[in-house]
């Protein structure tokens, strides 16, 4: 599968702070890159996602910044909660329909302490 | 918003028998629909494509005699494991496009071989 890279595999915050995962990816025809929020025994819930014609995108304490010419993007988590403890999966995906498979990173594992 | 509603969520089943996992798109119609395997602590792995009225796509080294996918409606996708093993045992996810770029996933499916 092609590939999406994402690092750190495991991040731990103290509460208010700021949470950053980054991922990388290959092909240049990926028009989709979203970020998923999954807690033990759940499936992924999405957070924010981007597509490459924007830099950046905000909402709530959640922020994507894309770097198309570096093929990377990155989640930044503001004032960091503890609630916010779980694991994050960026992801990306090309297309609609049959071609619009969506490939995941490795996944990090967010712990942020009281 | 656009729900997935995937059944059992978790089940227990003894070696060489076979389990049928549900994917149902609530309000609204999936021609495509995709299954992830995911073992613990680890990433979403898709293990194939299920297209409404015709065969699967299954990616590279996933069994499709074993894992049979049935897609006959466009609100119904089913995953069965047949002859289960040990191995088999993994945490199972479906996802289909309510739109053009976003996914829902299913709330998964605990499968435990004994």
């Known amino acids: 599968q092609q590939q999406v890279k994402q690092s750190p595999q495991s991040l731990i915050v103290q509460k208010g702070g700021i949470s950053i995962i980054n991922c990388a990816y290959e092909?240049?025809?990926?028009?989709?890159f979203p970020w998923y929020q999954q807690f033990p025994g759940k499936g992924p819930a999405l957070l924010i996602a981007i597509r490459p014609d924007v830099s950046e995108k905000k909402e709530g304490r959640f922020t994507i910044s894309f770097n198309k010419s570096a093929k990377q993007f990155s989640l930044h988590i503001m004032d960091s909660q503890p609630g916010d403890s779980a694991t994050y999966f960026c992801?990306?995906?090309?297309?609609?329909?049959?071609?619009?498979?969506?490939?995941f990173g490795q996944g990090t594992t967010l712990q942020v302490k009281p | 918003g656009a729900v997935v509603s995937q059944h059992p969520s978790r089940v227990i089943c003894k070696s060489g028998t076979s389990v049928k996992i549900e994917c149902r798109s609530l309000d609204f119609q999936a021609t495509t629909m995709f299954w992830y395997r995911q073992f613990p602590k680890q990433s979403l792995m898709l293990m194939a494509t299920s297209n409404e009225g015709s065969k699967a796509t299954y990616e590279q080294g996933v069994e499709k005699d074993k894992f049979l996918i049935n897609h006959a409606s466009l609100t119904l996708s089913t995953l069965t494991v047949t002859s289960a093993h040990p191995e088999d045992s993994s945490f199972y996810i479906c996802s289909a496009r309510p739109g053009f770029y976003g996914y829902t996933f299913g709330s998964g499916t605990r499968l435990t071989v004994v």
């Open positions: 992801a990306a995906s090309q297309g609609s329909g049959n071609t619009g498979k969506l490939i």
């Open positions: 092909n240049t025809a990926f028009d989709y």
